[in-house]
């Protein structure tokens, strides 16, 4: 499908009796063009019959941040308190519009709910969404205001030493602006909800649709991670770190009986899958059958940063396409390693055909 095209669709769910020429005049072009979309749409099968009845592919819907990444790395080790020579470099970031992004690349269509300002940080974010793939109509624009920014120092390895997060944005995004989206939400195939949006919002996300949608949880950070600590039962998949598990289940994890015990705390509450994070270490999952530790092969690492994303996509993807807890794990960690060997938060070869190429090499 065409960006035009997808446009045209997008209008067309709005309004289904929207008219040839109402469509020509909001997006710019001729009513013949116009008809000539409406007539190539017709072909492919996204809309069938009078009335612009339209078939919906399953798609994900992402509600949270999306936002620019400032990124510091130091040429040599990190020296605290002092400057240090190094690169700085801007990126588009954000979870939820980094999970969105990397969903595409894994051909799920996805859309993106957000808070932008109307800024320039805000058109480079809504024209490469465009660009990409990704639906982010539905965003909402505040403005005379900042778009969010996120600052990080990397130190020598590549990973985050100290970040500031100036995120105030996202407490815009309120329940009376996400009742009006109630049906990109109610409709979508899984809803992945991340943590910079306010508590109030998630609760009502979460049940109001519940029996409608299925949930996926981004913790974020540990201070974020506590909003959901009392409706954490509502997510049927959940992917804190260790320290994050600790924190919403009051279990001190230092053994594998620790985890499982932690596990056993998310299930009991309604989690159907439980994935905790855990570094080098791997990652523990469990559901109601089955519980263990995967584990990779250490391979070098470029930027972290991007590595949780790239996670959380690939356990939607995973969900979409129905794989079991173990497959979904081992999908994921490798869009993980993918993730990590490129300098870019978002990794451009990304792909279910680079997962799989990884896999291969790693069992080798």
């Given amino acids: 499908m065409t960006n035009r095209e997808n446009q045209i669709l997008e209008e067309i769910r709005k309004n289904p009796l929207i008219s040839q020429k109402e469509l020509a005049e909001k997006l710019g072009i001729t009513r013949s063009g116009a008809a000539v979309h409406i007539s190539n749409l017709i072909k492919k099968g996204y809309i069938t019959g009078k009335g612009y009845i339209v078939r919906e592919n399953p798609y994900v819907c992402v509600v949270g ?33 980094n999970i969105s992004e990397n969903l595409v690349k894994l051909g799920i269509d996805t859309n993106l ?7 320039i940080y805000a058109d480079n974010i809504t024209e490469h969404s465009r660009e990409v793939g990704i639906k982010i109509e539905n965003s909402l624009i505040m403005k005379n205001s900042n778009s969010s920014t996120y600052l990080s120092i990397l130190d ?16 815009n995004m309120n329940v009376e602006f996400i009742k009006t989206k109630d049906k990109i939400i109610k409709n979508s195939n899984l809803c992945v909800i991340d943590t910079n949006i306010p508590k109030e919002t998630i609760e009502y996300i979460v049940k109001e649709f519940s029996g409608d949608t299925e949930f996926l949880l981004d913790t974020v950070s540990t201070s974020k991670a506590m909003k ?54 791997g990652v523990y999952y469990q559901n109601e059958e089955k519980s263990g530790i995967f584990k990779t092969k250490k391979v070098k690492m470029v930027n972290a940063s991007g590595a949780g994303d790239a996670f959380a996509a690939g356990l939607a993807y995973s969900h979409i396409n129905s794989l079991d807890i173990y497959e979904s794990v081992k999908f994921s960690a490798m869009a993980s390693i993918v993730a990590i060997s490129s300098e870019e938060t978002i990794n451009p070869k990304l792909s279910v055909e680079e997962i799989h190429k990884i896999e291969r090499e790693l069992e080798r």
């Fill in 65 to 97: 941040g999306a936002n620019i990444d400032i990124y510091g790395f130091p040429f040599k080790k990190l020296i605290k308190n002092d400057s240090n020579p190094g690169a700085i470099k801007l990126a588009l970031g954000g979870v939820g519009r």
């Fill in 113 to 119: 709910i957000t808070v932008l300002g109307d800024d």
């Fill in 228 to 281: 959901i600590k009392d409706i954490i039962g509502y997510f049927q998949i959940i992917k804190p770190n260790k320290i994050e598990a600790e924190i919403l289940t009051g279990i001190k994890i230092k053994t594998d009986s620790d985890l499982k015990k932690a596990g056993d705390i998310f299930i009991n509450k309604g989690v159907k899958t439980v994935i905790i994070t855990l570094g080098e270490d």
């Fill in 156 to 171: 020598e390895n590549g990973n985050m030493d100290v970040a500031i997060a100036a995120m105030d944005i996202f407490e």
